[in-house]
């Protein structure tokens, strides 16, 4: 039943991954992701820990699909506002 969180008899051992392969791969992986975006990120390297960090853009391409244009939100809202105004007002 928990042959999966303990393992088979008789299996084969998992292949345990070196250092070296893990930091291929990551590299590898973050390669093929920077190929692909038009605005590249700018790479920082912290000589003092050996760290790395990547500058950003404010909004990634795939952002900007998901979020709803700020302009029909901004005018939305203020109409509402104007409506509210308006309904406050007694009437003449």
């Known amino acids: 039943m928990f042959k999966f969180l303990f393992g088979r008899k008789g299996g ?5 991954e070196t250092q070296r392969e893990t930091l291929e791969r ?5 390669n093929e ?6 605005d590249k990120p700018k790479l920082t390297v912290d000589m ?3 760290g790395l960090t990547l500058d950003l853009p404010e909004q990634m391409p795939d952002e900007a699909l ?3 244009a700020p302009a029909a939100d901004t ?7 104007t409506a509210e ?3 406050d007002k007694p009437a003449a």
């Open 12 to 16: 084969a051992e998992p292949v345990k």
């Open 26 to 30: 990551a590299i590898g992986e973050i």
């Open 75 to 81: 005018a939305a809202d203020d109409t509402a506002d």
């Open 48 to 50: 003092d820990t050996g």
């Open 85 to 87: 105004a308006d309904t």
């Open 66 to 68: 998901a979020l709803p």
């Open 33 to 38: 992701i920077m190929a692909g975006l038009t």
